[in-house]
């Protein structure tokens, strides 16, 4: 592991139990926001770009939540690759798998884009452990249908979402399809904004998952590698942010991720987007001010 992925490891690693663990004291110094402001914000921007913008956001120190949208579905994209490397986290935890096991990586699994899986075509393989990262950091397709492969596909995925407490969210198939529909109505690969903001804290700051794991699934997120131009952009400089993004070809830009300010408690912002008269840049832009927002909740 390089020098500076292993620093943010254990920066992750130390602040995770700050985070869980002084919350009431963070929470008395955390300012109060108006979310009634948040929210017309929010409709100015989705006005202002059109289509549709679906966030969440929470201070978890104070409990207080903001969103728009939040009950309405959205594919997740990559995003979704999250709770994938959360299900086999969940196995580590329960004995049934280890991060150490070899998954060969053959020609045929290759698919659109897979920067890091790809060069280990014929070769050993790669472990879930490198499977993860890539997945998560790099957001490669093809590690993240390792993924699922190693827990048995879509359903168990679903299925484990449902014994955290997430009755929305769904994985119904593999990379690439599960980033378009094929008609509207369509609620394969989706979720809510709301959905996923609860699932992130119960993966992030709950109980799902063993300490070690916990602290593994925020590393990778803070590792990434593909949103620096998001919710990144918008948060204050200091920050500790771990986040997942996802992204596909006609008009879904999205976000999800935690942030641990200095002087309060934790923040978690969703930003799911459909915006298909926008340009890259704008959909990122929109996605930065989401992250501003977040920062004053």
């Not at 709770?83 to 053959?106: C, N, P, Q, T, Y």
């Not at 957001?139 to 359903?155: Q, W």
């Not at 980033?179 to 904004?193: A, F």
């Not at 996923?196 to 997120?221: E, F, K, N």
């Amino acid at each position: 592991m390089p020098l500076m992925d292993r620093r943010r490891l254990l920066c992750a690693a130390s602040l995770l139990p700050l985070a869980t663990l002084t919350l009431p004291a963070l929470a008395r110094t955390a300012a109060t926001p108006d979310p009634k402001a948040v929210q017309r914000k929010l409709q100015a921007l989705e006005e202002q770009h059109g289509g549709r913008l679906g966030v969440a956001l929470m201070n978890v120190g104070t409990g207080a939540v903001v969103s728009h949208r939040g009950d309405e579905r959205f594919l997740f994209n990559s995003t979704g690759k999250v709770f994938m490397a959360a299900a086999v986290l969940a196995r580590v935890d329960s004995g049934e798998e280890s991060l150490d096991r070899r998954l060969e990586i053959k020609a045929s699994d290759i698919g659109e884009w897979a920067p890091v899986t790809e060069p280990h075509v014929g070769g050993p393989g790669m472990t879930l452990a490198e499977l993860c990262q890539a997945a998560m950091a790099w957001s490669d397709n093809t590690a993240a249908n390792k993924l699922i492969e190693s827990v048995g596909g879509p359903e168990p995925i679903t299925a484990y979402l449902r014994r955290i407490g997430d009755d929305t969210t769904r994985l119904d198939r593999w990379e690439p399809e599960l980033n378009t529909h094929d008609h509207e109505g369509d609620e394969r690969d989706t979720t809510t904004p709301l959905a996923m903001m609860q699932t992130l804290r119960t993966l992030l700051l709950g109980d799902a998952l063993s300490p070690s794991s916990r602290h593994q699934l925020a590393a990778w997120m803070i590792e990434g590698k593909t949103g620096d131009a998001r919710l990144r952009a918008g948060m204050p400089p200091g920050w500790l942010i771990g986040e997942k993004t996802g992204t596909n070809s006609v008009g879904n830009a999205n976000d999800v991720g935690i942030a641990w300010p200095a002087d309060r408690g934790a923040v978690i912002a969703v930003a799911y987007t459909w915006l298909p008269k926008a340009s890259k840049t704008q959909r990122d832009e929109v996605i930065a001010e989401i992250g501003r927002l977040a920062a004053s909740v």
